[in-house]
DNA sequence: TTTTTAGCATAACAAGTGTTATGAGGTTTT
DNA sequence: AAAACCTCATAACACTTGTTATGCTAAAAA
């Protein structure tokens, strides 16, 4: 096994002590303990905490932009697009973990700005990928000249985290199916083929 | 000064820390130096942190219901769901604060279910405000029958909460004016004056 | 006026925190 | 085979945490 794979299942240790325990309440000891080892590990692969959840939450984004990533094998279009934002709603256990870990991170970021940048950061990264999207569909003509890109990308991104947030703050919270009504019907929206004849 | 102002005091000093340090480092101790004095006050008002924390939580929670009500005074129509759901828009400083202080506790609430089921009743209030607002816009054939308005009313909270949540986790974010103009978009999607031709 | 209570400061407590040093045992390198 | 190194357990460190008990002062009630 090597030095990194072992970085990684300290994290997913992190991971699954934070999505169960929260994360005020995921100690050194208490990751050591999930991963069936003491702290000497811990602090053997992470220089101190604040790398540990820094790393752990780079594994968070990075795990959501590859799965949009994939989607970008098919063809462009609107199913595309459509399945790159859905790539990151909470559609099965895995992403719902993720969204815990995620929001739990959000929560911690405040009050914190340079925490809170880092994520911009990503956020950033996430936001230019949608553009490029968008970008592409219009230039094959199937969102109008006159349509703001960026403000698009960001309407279209708050959209899909709202919608999973939606997930964990509403009882009676959409369905996988409805998450993606919501999302699809908004991108169909996006369209000159719907728009045209405003 | 009534004892209730008083725990208002406590609690609002919490939320100035909160907002500046983060929840996390929110400690009794923090809360009475933003106060300006010691720790019993603190104690002698709040029978423990957890007591304290829901309170203040609720006191989030009610202030974002009441600035939705207050709208409910206009004239039924789309200005006025527009309104309502914009009032907790972070168009402001307080109401960023407020985004923030919102945000610290969904992160806490992660793994921390009953707390997370004491937020989903608030929400779900909210969630029945917006539905009977969208029924009575129904009623008046502002919306047509065939709308599911539990979808909509979900719909139209998620893409609400994304678009706060946009102004924390992303750098270049929404204007005011862009925010409220995303969820007029929206809003009038919903109406039969624009979907009447589909 | 006496007594009771509310409001608050102070201090101490046990528990839990991140961090660090030390060292043992195994593996790789030289 | 010897030296260097990686991996990890153990233990101790200085702090911070929420909580509780104690007591003082001023206001209210008797």
Redesign the interface.
Known sequence: MSQRDRRLEVSEAAWRV????????TSMRAIAQELGCTTGVVTHYFRDKQELILFALNQVTQSLLKAMQAQRAQELGVERLLNMVSAFLPQDVERQAVL??W??????????DSL??E???S??QL?EVIMQELQALQSVKLIRDDVDL??EA??L???????S??F???????SPE?QQ??IRR?VD?LLSI?TS??
Chains 1, 2 share one sequence.
């Open positions: 934070i999505v169960r325990e929260g994360l005020d309440r815990k870990v929001l739990a991170f959000l929560g911690y970021a405040v009050g914190r809170m940048a994520h911009q950061q956020a950033a936001r960026e403000l960001n309407a991104l708050a959209l899909a985290n709202g919608v947030l939606d964990l703050i509403q009882a009676k919270h959409l409805q009504q919501v908004y929206e719907h004849y405003l």
